[in-house]
């Protein structure tokens, strides 16, 4: 809790957004792509429990996002006008990809569970493929569970924890730099303005506050494997984020959905994670489309943060120990930020970007659109995806003052904002 403090002021304070005039393609790419990669291992270890399953949880999910994503399926429903049944034509493949792959899957693993063609002996290669290895787990959840803050006794804190999560905090930020900009581009969206990202940021630092405050074991920040779902599903509507945020918020109450969700078998969640990751890592080297990558500096730079970002967390993972200084805070700060592959690499693409000479075209800064700046090119469209939710930015932040409120679209950026243009004759336009 006193951790997420910091990430709150960073954010609301606009800091994050002034640091953004000097983040471009080659830092971003690095670090997008190092959320995936030093995943590897991860991924490969649950899909490693039973090989046949994770293959076959992929292959649905390839299946229905690539190749039958442009086939519609006839959907029933009941006209009360005409009062008779009906079909129309939905794209359930295209929406539904991740979801279908996972369902069949875990359908398969639960028939050969109680079919005990999976070995029951916990040695035995292929045994995490059954839903029961967690059965336990649904019997012990209790049906009704509200939780709140305080459940689990007073909150304690200590300087070595918060130096600690600080250094959590501050890779976390990083990485969510790295999935704004990822969801931005998977979703056609233009590049998350400055008060964008400073909105994201603070309301990551209340939700870390808020998950202290209720013990929930773990903060809150952006998850980069819904990043890959999206770029799976094509899915990017913020009314169906918000849907499902409060479904969530709903099925959380209840102690028995929520276990129902852990018997999902380890090798489907991780035939999944070769889905997820792999698009990740995809999304943050087409970044580097908007950089000149004939110029031999931005190769450097970019192979330089990628391969130094997983290396770096390798080396201190098996050598903390030559890391120690006698100082338990500081050990902390240095030992989880040189073991978040992210950080290591967006800081030294941060770092070598911006000292290293190149022009702005070379770099792709001139193609890399923040449209906070004098240039207003797709202004309407910035407005429109990134105005404050429910039509409040439209309503009250209409005042020129509000300029300088780090998190608020500056009023040019309002959608529906009207302005005069006048050409050489004295002719005066009004766009609204």
Known sequence: MVASCFQIIVGFSGLIGFLMRFIGPLTIAPTITLIALPLFQSAGNDAGTHWGI????????????????????????????????????????????????????????????ITNVLPSKPETYGYFARTDVKGNVLSRAPWFRFPYPGQWGVPTVSLEGVFGLLAGVISSMVESVGDYHACARLSGAPPPPKHAINRGIGIEGIGCLLAGAWGTGNGTTS???????????????????????????LLGMFGKIGAVFATIPTPVIGGMFL?????????????????????????????FSIFCGLTVPNWVNNNAALLETGIVQLDQVILVLLTTGMFVGGFLGFFLDNTIP?????????????????????????????????????????????????FCPKPRDLPFATRQNSDQNGYIETIH
Do not use: H
């Open 275 to 303: 889905v997820m990751f792999g698009v990740i890592s995809a999304v943050g080297m087409s970044n580097l489309q908007y950089a000149d990558m004939n110029s031999s500096r931005n190769i450097f730079i970019v192979g």
């Open 358 to 406: 190149g022009t702005k075209e070379e770099r792709g800064i001139a193609a890399w659109n923040y449209v906070d700046g004098d240039d207003e090119t797709n202004c309407s469209d910035v407005a429109e995806v990134y105005d404050l939710p429910f039509g409040i930015g439209t309503k009250f932040c209409t005042s020129s003052w509000l300029r300088y409120v780090p």
């Open 223 to 249: 998850y980069s494997e819904n990043v890959g779902a999206l770029g799976i599903t094509r899915v990017g509507s913020r009314m169906v984020i918000i849907t499902g945020g409060i479904l969530m918020l």
């Open 54 to 113: 994770s293959i076959m949880t992929t292959f649905f999910i390839v299946l229905f996002s690539q190749y039958l994503r442009n086939i519609p399926l006839p959907i029933p429903y009941y006209s009360k006008s005409n009062r008779k049944w009906q079909f129309s034509r939905s794209y359930i493949f295209q929406i539904f990809p991740v979801l279908l792959g996972i369902s069949i899957s875990w359908l398969i693993c639960y028939i050969l569970t």
